[in-house]
Each structure stands twice: as C-alpha cells, then as structure tokens.
C-alpha cells in the first residue's frame, strides 16, 4: 500500500485525508493517507528522509513549513521555485525529492469554476506567506500583476488598516487561517455594505447567519481551491492522469456531509 502524509503544525481538522481516501477508495488505488503534526521546522528532514527511503510516496506540505521546507528538497519544479513556496512533495524520475507547487493551480481552477472577475479591480492579498505567494503567481499568469499585500510582517501594508482601504473596487483574497469575515466585525461590516469581492482560501464556510447577510457572487471559499490542488498532487504522484477519473461531483457532496456532520 502506498503512504502519504500531509505534514504542518496543526493538520487535526484538515479536509485532505477525507479528500484522498475518498478519491483512493473510489478508483480502487491501494493507498492510505494521514496527516502528521510537526512542531518545528527542523522535523521535516525525518519526513523526506521517509520519501527517500521509500516508506512515503509522497506529501503535502501545510502552514507554517511551505518555505522552510525547501531547504531539505534536492530540486524544485519551475513553480515553486518561482513562487518560492511548495505545498507538495515526492521523488522524480530522477529519484531526487522535488518540490512542487500545486497551490497556484487549485486557485486558477476556483477562480475559473466562479468566473470571478478581476479585471479594474483592486487586488488585495492578505498575507505573504506559502498560500499568498502563490496566489500572486496565479494571478500574474492570468495578466494581473498590480497587487496589494496585507500582513502583520510589513511587507507591504499592515493589516490593521485593511479596513479603511476598502472600496467598491476592491477584490480581497485572504491568505491566512485567520477568518476575518467571520471574525472580524469591522471586516464583516464593510463587506455587508459595500459592493466588494471576498474570497477566502479557508474551505470553512462562514456561519449561516453572516452568509445570509452578504450578497450572492461577493464572497467565495477555498474548498474548490483544496480540492483541485490535491487532484493536481495525486497527478505528480502517480506520475499519470489520474485526476480526470475523479467524480467531483461525488466528492463534493461527500465533502459536504462531512463539513455539516
């Protein structure tokens, strides 16, 4: 049976295990995956050293390691050395352990599966880390390179005055485990009242109350986005197709069962 993991410092609750099994279970693919707790950085060279030694096929990598990581890889993809970031790992054809960055294309593919617009709009990421910097690749690719970073890192503006920047132009993509809509009173007021675009990379909905209270077509969650770039994880894997015989459909109404149980 082939193993893999998902690895980050706190994967307790994460959806990717019930994503993997179910694709494993449903094409028939003698194959298990788990999630592990990592509790500093210097702990992820035990888990390549697992993918070199032939006892994991293959992880994905989570908060806070999708940088740090990298330093324990023999060689990145074209991706993920331009992003700077991988959430995905395993051996190449050349038996070297390789990074690769499948964050970017699950977020291309939510955001074709939406039709969200970006054109004259104001782009604002919140966030510089894995998740954020991929986005930015994203979106340059798709001819979208003016953008806005919020962090707490001052790397570009402070957080704190996210709020005061909104406008009808704006079109924010959060980038954090932070839930700022749900949270985040002077977020939620703003978005309640003003025609922006919210889009969340978190695949936790927001509650039925908060979601009732903003308009259609102006806030969007990251479970299309976590679901495609696992399809693209199990790709590099297996090194073959293996995606296109997935039942989305399927999964997403599994998914949701297990988000509502």
């Known amino acids: 049976m082939k193993m893999f993991n998902l690895i980050g410092g706190n994967t307790t609750n994460s959806l990717s295990p019930y994503i993997y099994n179910f694709i494993f279970n449903s094409l028939e693919i003698s194959a298990k995956y788990n999630t592990v707790n990592i509790d500093r950085a210097f702990n992820c060279n035990k888990i390549i050293k697992k993918i070199r030694l032939g006892f994991l096929e293959g992880i994905n990598v989570t908060n806070p390691y999708k940088i740090s990581i990298m330093k324990d890889l023999d060689i990145l993809d074209s991706a993920a050395k331009h992003i700077g970031a991988t959430n995905c790992i395993a051996l190449n054809q050349n038996n070297q352990v390789c990074g690769y960055n499948t964050d970017w294309v699950g977020f291309t593919q939510m955001v074709t599966n939406y039709k969200i617009n970006f ?34 890192k ?3 503006f402070d957080v704190l005055d996210l709020a005061k920047s909104l406008d009808e132009q704006s079109l924010v993509i959060n980038a954090t485990p932070y839930h700022f809509i749900e949270n985040d009173l002077l977020i939620f007021d703003k978005i309640k009242t003003i025609e922006l675009v919210w889009i969340d990379l978190l695949y936790t909905k927001l509650s039925t109350e908060k979601e009732q209270e903003i308009a259609k077509n102006r ?3 990251g479970l299309d986005m976590l679901i495609y770039q696992a399809l693209a994880s199990i790709d590099i894997w297996f090194r073959k197709n293996i995606s296109k ?10 998914l949701k069962e297990v988000i509502d149980a």
């Open 154 to 156: 001052k790397i570009g």
């Open 219 to 221: 806030y969007f969650y």
């Open 119 to 152: 054109k004259n709009k104001k782009i604002k990421i919140i966030g510089y880390g894995g998740a954020a910097l991929a986005v930015k690749y994203a979106l340059e690719n798709m001819g979208f390179s003016k953008i806005e970073f919020y962090n707490r």
């Open 245 to 254: 015989n997935v039942d989305l459909n399927g999964l997403k109404l599994y």
